[in-house]
């Protein structure tokens, strides 16, 4: 009797042992889990988890998996860095958010757009002619803001859902805006600081300094931006990160 009590015993020891290392193992692969979904956190400038306490955060946490959103400003820029930054984002099997001035779309740059869309990212509303808003009455404001949403959708057919001031120069009065327009403000807690800086391993070391677990990443489309993307991304991969679009809420509004 007892031999099979102590074999029956090894038996369950065996079969629990099995079954936390399978469910530990799924844990870290996030085998058949549902993907993350994030939401953007004003208040901190990032993203954060869209839903509370759930298998996937644990296993995000066991497996050191982070997430980013990657942002560029300031374009279409033209002159094939456009396109060198979309293929450098596809290799990485990665999306961003592109922050377009809308006076930059003209008829060399217009195509850019449809590039964007169809590669996946987000095209966002960046003001028509990026002045610093917070030295503009409210109907200024909503003029460069509106604009902007109608050169876009006079490409796209589509009106975008957010919006980033020029210089993350925000007031009340901008925010308020952007809100009665449908559109969400996105600012940014990780800047690649790429606006001044002309030396690429130094855009490259800001951005690897700042950028932490639910970023939102601040960058440009610049030729020198361009050409470190590559190996910032592959950097930041190596550190668990996983690049990510917050779920929009306002969702891009078809124009009929």
Known sequence: MLLIYTCYRRYFFLAGALL??????????????????????PEMGGIKHAEGFSLRKVSDVLAGRKYAVLTFDDGPYGQGVDEQILATLQKHHAHAVFFLVCSHINDATRGELAKFESAGDVIG?????????????????????????QR????????????????????????EVAKSLGMQ??????NSEDSWIKQPQ??????LAQTEDQSILLM??????????????????QRGFQFVLPDQLADNTAIN
């Open 20 to 41: 936390t290392l399978f469910l530990y193992a799924m844990l870290l692969t996030a085998h058949g889990m549902a993907a993350p979904r994030f939401v953007l956190d």
């Open 125 to 149: 509303n960046h003001t028509y002619d990026h002045p610093d808003l917070a030295k503009l009455s409210q109907p200024q404001i909503r003029d460069q803001i509106e604009r902007c949403n």
């Open 152 to 175: 876009i959708a006079d490409v796209t057919g589509k009106r975008p859902g957010y919006f980033r001031p020029p210089f993350g120069s925000t007031t009340p009065a901008v925010a």
């Open 185 to 190: 403000q996105v600012l940014w807690n990780a």
């Open 202 to 207: 130094q855009i490259e070391n800001f951005s």
């Open 220 to 237: 440009h489309e610049k030729p020198t931006t361009a050409a470190v993307l590559d190996d910032l991304l592959t950097q930041l991969e």
